[in-house]
């Protein structure tokens, strides 16, 4: 994969899994050789506290990227995990809305911040729960958009919603942008409920959704307490397995991308 990978991980439902995905996905990919950036976008910063960037580690921040204040090299730090760098995030970016409203072009900030990424890297983004101005500026970055589906009952509603802005989005500033797939996140197998949704969710988005479905998983919610992702946390565990299971058919779909609707 010569070329730059962007990928925003969005979904604007809260609780969904979608930073767990992102944390263990990037652990997962960085641990299978690859170049991995991890973009924190959400103001709540749980992506930088579950890769353990403590607050007095975040000496500039997503925001300051933004801003231009820094460059993505100057911005981005180490991690635990070779191969896996993170921009990290603070509540200060929950005011970004407001104090980026007069800026030209304000929704291309990132996509121009994210242009000076190595060839060959895979850049996630963790989007806020919500389609403001934060989720925009991730979509014209980015070349796909993976979305984590928790297995609810509610799961398919409002999901309509996502991919209309992702229509708009890609009718206007960016044309590349494509869904990279469905992620059913938090499933319980042990429930009716749980398959259901998923056979919804594959009658109605056919080949979109990932063959992989992570599990409900005690360890994939103990990880983050430990500030870390549940592939360091507990390597063997249902949830691990999943993630990285998931990373190989991620990076396959990565390179048929101009496939993907």
Do not use: W
């Amino acid at each position: 994969m010569p070329e730059q990978h962007i990928v925003a991980i969005a979904n604007q439902k809260g609780g969904v899994g979608k930073t767990t995905t992102a944390v263990n996905l990037g652990a997962a990919l960085a641990q299978a050789g690859h170049a991995t950036i991890l973009v924190d976008l959400d103001p709540q910063g749980n992506a930088s506290t579950g890769l353990g960037i403590s607050a007095d580690q975040r000496q500039h921040t997503i925001y300051d990227l933004l801003t231009g204040d820094v460059d993505l090299e100057t911005a981005s730090v180490a991690t635990d995990i070779h191969n896996l760098r993170l921009v990290p995030s603070t509540s200060d970016l929950a005011s970004a809305d407001v104090q980026l409203s007069h800026v030209m072009d304000r929704t291309r900030l990132l996509e121009r911040q994210l242009a000076s990424a190595p060839a060959g890297t895979i850049i996630l983004i963790d989007c806020p729960p919500a389609l403001g101005l934060l989720t925009v500026n991730a979509m014209v970055a980015a070349s796909s958009v993976l979305v984590p589906l928790q297995a609810e009952f509610y799961a398919l509603e409002g999901l309509s919603q996502l991919l209309a802005t992702v229509k708009q989005v890609r009718q206007g500033a960016n044309p590349r942008l494509r869904i990279n797939g469905i992620l059913l996140t938090m499933s319980d197998y042990r429930n009716n409920l749980s398959q259901q949704v998923e056979a919804d969710a594959r009658e109605t988005l056919g080949d979109l959704v990932y063959p992989t479905v992570i599990p409900r998983n005690v360890r994939v919610s103990e990880a983050p307490s430990h500030a870390q992702p549940v592939l360091i946390y507990d390597p063997s565990s249902k949830g691990s397995v999943a993630y990285r299971q998931f990373a190989t058919e991620f990076t396959a779909r990565l390179k048929l991308q101009p496939e993907i609707a």
